[in-house]
């Protein structure tokens, strides 16, 4: 059946937000509502945007006559609710009652999703609607439609993304303009790509809910929030980005899902976010400034990387126009869009079963066997060296050096073992980082 919609009924769409997203979501609705008419086969009819504000300063393109702060009621009249608002409440109960009255949903709330998806999911499924969710993870970057769709005949093997723009902009500030993490920070809050309370970004969390629900999507397995494994940006000093430089990498804050395997063959899943140590000859090294970019591992395809821009108002609205047009289509046409896969049901695997070459600086005293006594306690947990660079500082009397050791792969476990038992000896004076390699 072709899709004409001249011949449909128009659909009404409620949008709940009206902010950075929501504006440039309803600017598109009410400038290409003819186009959008022609590729869903309905016409999109605006019912209304709910907002917490009915005085505050708008973009003109939103008729003010739409605005409404009772989202509730909005939602029961509504065939697809467009969720823009963010945050856990009240946006979770709004998308479960628009479920409830038989409305599809788009959404682009991450943290929602990774703290309350399986609910949500379950709710969508018994209601027979859509709940889409593009742009949650990477903003404008196809990802989740592809890891959902496109690789649903594949195995995924791992997917590895720069999936969080702001830490992404403060590391590549640190390593261009030889800014500290602080100024780097400021930097970024100053031209918008920072919030004033950065926490969520440079602690790592935003990262972490992205990779929850990628490594759900593509491992058919229910990965929460909580599974994920959290390190961000905040211990990073300007040294830690020269010496990345220096021994050939790019540091970035990686959000990795891989499969793998326990000692004991236990297979299960992995899912990290850490800063980690890319080599500068990696696709992902060349992502620079806020850019996102998502590199998936598949068994058949092989290696795909998806890139773009992973915020900001336009960009993310094409995501969740995308999905608006896709969720319309299926009332038009009947049936609906895929439903959560969590069959797989893998364990998520504790982080210490993760398996990586890393980077250890030490700052060491300068003198005889120094080295080959770092060097058994790395053979003693099994952890060998694939190469070791010394550098040398005088002060005054005082003579120091400067260890970075690289290991081979080994279990993160093993890693962390060593490391601590590499810190009691004497001529140790300080692990200075400790950081894995992709
Ligand atoms: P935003 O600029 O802060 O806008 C939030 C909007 O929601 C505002 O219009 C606000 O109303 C409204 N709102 C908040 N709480 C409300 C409540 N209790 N009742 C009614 N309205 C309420 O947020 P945003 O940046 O557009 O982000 C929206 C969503 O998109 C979030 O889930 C975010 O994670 C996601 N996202 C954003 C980006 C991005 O680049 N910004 C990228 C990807 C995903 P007032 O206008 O009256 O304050």
């Not at 930097?187 to 970004?201: I, N, S, V």
């Not at 952890?383 to 080994?410: F, K, W």
């Amino acid at each position: 059946m072709a899709l004409s919609p001249g011949t449909h009924p128009p659909l009404r769409v409620a949008v709940l937000g009206c902010g950075v997203v929501g504006t440039e979501v309803v600017r598109r609705l009410v400038t290409e509502g003819d186009e959008l008419a022609a590729r869903a086969g309905a016409r999109l009819e605006l019912v209304g945007v709910a907002v917490r504000s009915l005085d505050a300063e708008r973009d003109p393109v939103v008729d003010r006559s739409l605005l409404t702060t009772d989202a509730e009621s909005l939602v029961e009249k509504a065939d697809v609710v467009v969720e823009l608002m963010g945050g856990i409440e009240p946006a979770r109960t709004l998308v479960l009652r628009a479920v409830e009255h038989g409305a599809s949903v788009v959404t682009a709330n991450k943290a929602l999703l990774a703290q309350d998806g399986p609910a949500l999911y379950d709710a969508a499924d018994a209601a027979g609607v859509d709940l889409y969710f593009e742009a949650a993870v990477a903003g404008a970057i196809p990802i989740v439609r592809p890891v959902r769709e496109s690789l649903a005949g594949d195995t995924v093997l791992r997917v590895v993304g720069i999936v969080n723009g702001t830490t992404n902009y403060v590391l590549d500030s640190m390593s261009t303009a030889g800014l500290g993490l602080e100024q780097a920070v400021k930097e970024a809050q100053a031209l918008g790509y920072a919030e004033a309370d950065p926490t969520a970004d440079v602690e790592g969390y935003d990262a972490a809910a992205k990779a929850a629900i990628l490594a759900s999507l593509a491992f058919h397995t229910r990965v929460a929030l909580g599974d994920v494994d959290r390190v961000g940006i905040t211990a990073l000093t300007a040294d830690d980005v020269t010496w990345a430089e220096r021994t050939g990498h790019v540091l970035k804050l990686l959000a990795v899902a891989e499969r793998a395997r326990t000692a004991e063959g236990r297979d299960g899943v992995l899912v990290r976010v850490q800063p980690t140590l890319v080599p500068s000859d990696h696709p992902l090294a060349g992502v620079r400034q806020a850019f996102n970019a998502v590199f998936v591992e598949a068994e058949a395809a092989g290696e795909l990387m998806f890139y773009g821009r992973g915020a900001g108002g336009a960009p993310t609205a094409s995501a969740v126009l995308g999905d608006l047009v896709s969720v319309v289509r299926h009332r038009v046409l009947g049936g609906k869009g895929p439903v959560e896969s969590s069959h797989a049901d893998l364990p998520v695997l504790d982080g210490g079963e993760a398996r990586s070459r890393y980077q250890v600086r030490l700052e060491v005293d300068d003198r005889p066997g120094v080295l080959a006594r770092v060097a058994s306690e790395l053979a003693a947990q099994d952890v060998s060296i694939e190469s070791v660079r010394q550098t040398l500082q005088t002060s005054g009397d005082d003579a120091s050096a400067t260890l970075v050791i690289t290991t081979h792969t080994a279990p993160d476990r093993a890693l962390r073992a060593t490391v601590e038992a590499v810190s009691v000896l004497d001529v140790v004076r300080r692990v200075v980082s400790v950081l894995p390699v992709l």
